[in-house]
């Protein structure tokens, strides 16, 4: 029995710890909870473990690939974000927990943070809190919709799922393509596409 709940641990860290958007963890957490017949409780809280060691992963080596894939600017770029983040103290906090509460992938986030060099201790605990709440309702709700909906995986693949990794990938791409120094300091807008090394 208790194998399963590790598949569940496993799975969740896995679709965390890539720096691309793949399918949220809570997608998985539910698919298992249903196919395994689990224990809802148990479930929420070893995919939300196994998503935090995905995210804390990811905030470790990414510092270390992106000097390797984008050119210096960018990484200054993001670095000075990141920067500007641990200014604001409480209210980045508020910021990530309340992102983290938003149903768009956090990718976007934790590529931010660990391209910014900043210590996850500044990132994890408002997206555990985050991640807790979101989770706990989008496998509830989707533990009601298996019990209540023969056709559930006939709905898998639709336009929102399709509009939200579209817009996981804008997301990424906004973060990877603004000049965000420009942005924050002289208030221009400006996209800059010579990120590559």
């Known amino acids: 029995m208790w194998l399963k709940y590790i598949i569940v641990f496993f799975a969740a860290c896995a679709v965390d710890i890539v720096p691309f958007p793949l399918p949220p963890a809570f997608v998985v957490m539910v698919f298992l909870q249903i196919y395994f017949k689990l224990n809802?409780?148990?479930?929420?809280?070893?995919?939300?473990?196994?998503?935090?060691?995905?995210?804390?992963?990811?905030?470790?080596?990414?510092?270390?690939?992106?000097?390797?894939?984008?050119?210096?600017?960018?990484?200054?770029?993001?670095?000075?974000?990141?920067?500007?983040?641990?200014?604001?103290?409480?209210?980045?906090?508020?910021?990530?927990?309340?992102?983290?509460?938003?149903?768009?992938?956090?990718?976007?986030?934790?590529?931010?943070?660990?391209?910014?060099?900043?210590?996850?201790?500044?990132?994890?605990?408002?997206?555990?809190?985050?991640k807790f709440i979101s989770d706990t309702a989008a496998v509830f709700m989707g533990k009601y919709?298996?019990?209540?909906?023969?056709?559930?995986?006939?709905?898998?693949i639709s336009w929102k799922s399709a509009l939200g990794l579209l817009f996981g990938i804008l997301l990424v791409a906004g973060l990877l393509f603004i000049d965000w120094r420009a942005w924050l300091q002289e208030k221009k807008f400006r996209l800059n596409y010579k990120i590559w090394k």
């Open 40 to 130: 809802v409780w148990v479930v929420i809280l070893v995919g939300v473990a196994g998503s935090v060691l995905g995210r804390y992963i990811l905030t470790l080596y990414i510092p270390k690939i992106a000097s390797k894939i984008f050119n210096p600017a960018k990484n200054a770029d993001v670095q000075f974000l990141g920067k500007k983040l641990k200014e604001k103290g409480w209210k980045s906090q508020l910021a990530i927990l309340t992102y983290s509460l938003l149903p768009l992938p956090t990718t976007p986030l934790f590529i931010a943070g660990g391209m910014a060099k900043m210590k996850p201790r500044l990132i994890i605990p408002a997206f555990i809190v985050g």
């Open 145 to 156: 919709a298996a019990e209540n909906t023969a056709g559930i995986l006939d709905g898998a």
